[in-house]
């Protein structure tokens, strides 16, 4: 069982910058990928950026150049540093971990940009 523990998420003006953090504990050896999707109301949930355990990243095309996936193994976080906000980034913010079959949820923080 693995637990992912989000924070970081609040209110910004467009342009600005925040930084999410997800922690996992449990059984984090298992974990071979973690990540972040985004939920806005009324759309599904979409892959926002992915880092494997031997790094290898993969960020959606609209937060390409603007957000950057990074982790800390020792300290089993990824972050997510998201510069150039714009209003159409507000959502809902999940951390994501996939260990073998199983994939893990954290409980969402809240990114809303203003204009």
């Known amino acids: 069982q693995v637990r992912l523990v989000e924070s970081g998420g609040g209110l910004v003006q467009a342009g600005g910058s925040l930084r999410l953090s997800c922690a996992a504990s449990?059984?984090?050896?298992?974990?071979?990928?973690m990540g972040w999707y985004r939920q806005a109301p009324g759309k599904q949930r979409d892959l926002v950026a992915r880092?494997?355990?031997?790094?290898?990243?993969n960020v959606a095309g609209s937060v390409k150049g603007r957000f950057t996936i990074s982790r800390d193994n020792a300290k089993n976080t990824v972050y997510l540093q998201m510069n150039s906000l714009k209003p159409e980034d507000t959502a809902v913010y999940y951390c994501?971990?996939?260990?073998?079959?199983?994939?893990?949820w954290g409980q969402g923080t809240q990114v809303t940009v203003s204009s």
């Open positions: 880092i494997t355990n031997i790094g290898s990243t």
């Open positions: 449990g059984s984090t050896f298992s974990i071979n990928a």
């Open positions: 994501n971990a996939m260990a073998g079959s199983l994939t893990y």
